[in-house]
């Protein structure tokens, strides 16, 4: 009955001499070493069984409570299996005594503990991914109103130079430092909301083979003249739905990675392809779902990353590269963009072997839309309409006021919502847009839109804000017959939107 019982727990139990030779175990233990019976370990040690270093950790915990006669309980020790893979142990040693109290061995028992360790660390890495989520929603309202005031500023004053100052002056250049630290800042914070998945996102139906073609143009100067850039896009890959600003977000990420992995030159390659993901890799996959889907891979000939590095990859602020270098946030985000999708992305690598890291998203019905990455070119757009500027931060509105009365506009401000009913009642018919922060205090930018309906029923509306956890939502938009715009954003881009919403076709 004894051994029926140590046969039949899932724990693994066996017991050796002072030596370390085995003496007996159960059957559990006897299948985990590679054999069909407890007779078959008997006699053998773990120098039979085991990689050598494993061995010798084995043998000096043997020692360690065959000679202190001091339990070892519950501790966790690392196992390398016979593929070469590492599991995870929690182990209790406790010493084996004769009758007269002598040691004569030690017992003990074990459990796989992988799959649980497995689970904490995905817990502790949701827990970053929280705890950086907060910290990211609580700055990013106020530091990209700032951005909006920094990079708006910036790009009047390079506007606003002599002739004779616009190209190479110490005026000029120092206004193009200011405004790249802007940019960078900008992106850190889109990087961060992306990666806490706070980042407002307006997804399409999309055909990736397009989108890549078009995002060539701009991928091909982050890569320099050494490396050389190849696409293999299989046809009639199906069609994926996704934010297009994110996806050009992911690909950046990925070739800015891929070029820094290749100091010396060489080749990237994008590829995509139809992809039948099964249950079976689901299920062994954390994150895939089976289906079908749209495989999208980016490939490197650099100088590729261990197996330590792959493991940490997707960590936040995990980076090999020099201090200053790089934030540790470009991967990461690349894993919440693709997380967000209902995607899967998975990295193989080895040493001096390149990398290539492989995207999985799941294909929906419909038809594509077709949508440009590159931003519009030619003169920036004027006009003559009548604005209502509605913002609650001070430095934001100065810059929106000015850079729209730059290109012709006739602008009116105030300074929240109540105070925009007021002018709006006076001025409702005149009124041709409104643009309207979304947080702000006694009346939001939504209830404004709504409140100003009758009072102002010819003005179209355009919605603004660079708060993490806005109210509005694109989908959402239509609701309230408005247009939104992320902060922060530059006077030019704000032109071309403001643009873009007074020459729509009433709906």
């Known amino acids: 009955m004894l051994q029926l019982v140590l046969d039949t727990i899932p724990q693994r139990v066996f017991w050796k001499d002072t030596d370390s030779v085995y003496v007996g175990c159960n059957l559990p233990l006897a299948r985990d070493a590679g054999f069909d019976n407890p007779s ?67 017992l003990c028992t074990y459990e796989d503990i992988t799959e649980q360790r497995a689970l ?52 000029r250049n120092d206004l193009d430092e200011i405004r790249a630290a802007g940019e960078r800042a900008a992106t850190l914070t ?17 055909d990736l083979n397009e989108l890549v073609v078009d995002l060539l143009k701009m991928l091909r ?39 820094d992995a290749m100091p010396e030159g060489g080749r990237l390659i994008i590829e995509t392809a139809s992809e039948n993901i099964t249950k079976a890799f689901a299920a062994a996959n954390p994150g895939a779902r089976s289906g079908k889907h749209v495989r999208l891979s980016v490939t490197d000939t650099g100088c590729g990353m261990t197996e330590e590095v792959r493991l940490h990859l997707f960590e936040p602020f995990f980076t090999t590269k020099e201090r200053g270098k790089g934030t540790g946030l470009g991967l990461a985000t690349c894993h919440g963009i693709v997380h967000r999708m209902g995607g899967h992305i998975r990295v193989s690598s080895r040493p001096g072997r390149g990398t290539t890291f492989l995207i999985s998203l799941p294909c929906v019905k419909g038809l594509a839309t077709v949508v440009s990455s590159v931003a519009s070119a030619g003169p920036i757009p004027t006009g003559s309409e009548t604005i209502l500027v509605v913002e609650d931060e001070l430095v934001v509105r100065r810059m929106t006021v000015k850079a729209l009365r730059a290109q012709g506009y006739r602008v009116i401000e105030a300074s929240d919502g109540v105070e925009a009913l007021d002018i709006a009642m006076d001025l409702g018919p005149e009124l041709d847009l409104v643009i309207s922060d979304v947080i702000m205090p006694r009346v939001s930018g939504p209830e404004l839109v709504k409140r100003l309906a009758p009072v102002a029923p010819r003005a179209r509306r355009l919605l603004v804000s660079g708060h993490a956890e806005s109210t509005v939502l694109p989908a959402r938009l239509d609701n309230l017959g408005a247009t939104f715009l992320p902060k922060p954003f530059t006077p030019e881009r704000l032109a071309r939107k403001v643009r873009e919403v007074l020459d729509a076709p009433s709906s």
């Open 40 to 106: 078959d370990l008997i006699g053998r040690t773990d120098y039979d069984m085991a990689w050598k270093p494993t061995a010798d950790l084995y043998r000096a915990d043997d020692r360690e409570v065959t000679h202190s006669g001091v339990p070892k309980i519950n501790y966790e020790e690392p196992q390398v299996r016979a593929d070469g893979s590492t599991s995870w142990l929690r182990t209790s040693k406790i010493p084996l005594r004769a009758a007269d109290d002598r040691v004569i061995g030690v």
């Open 120 to 171: 904490q660390e995905q817990l502790l890495q949701a827990q970053k991914v929280e705890g950086i989520g907060r910290l990211a929603g609580g700055v990013a309202h106020d530091f990209n109103n700032l951005l909006t005031a920094i990079l708006g500023y910036v790009e009047m004053a390079r506007f606003d130079l002599p002739e004779d100052l616009r190209t190479d002056h110490v005026i």
């Open 190 to 206: 889109h990087q961060l909301l992306t990666f806490a998945s706070k980042q407002v996102v307006a997804p399409v139906r999309l």
């Open 221 to 259: 100067p982050l890569l320099g003249e050494n490396i050389a850039i190849e696409t293999i896009l299989a046809p009639a890959i199906g069609t994926v739905e996704a934010d297009p600003s994110q996806i050009e977000q992911l690909l950046v990420n990925l070739t800015v990675n891929a070029r």
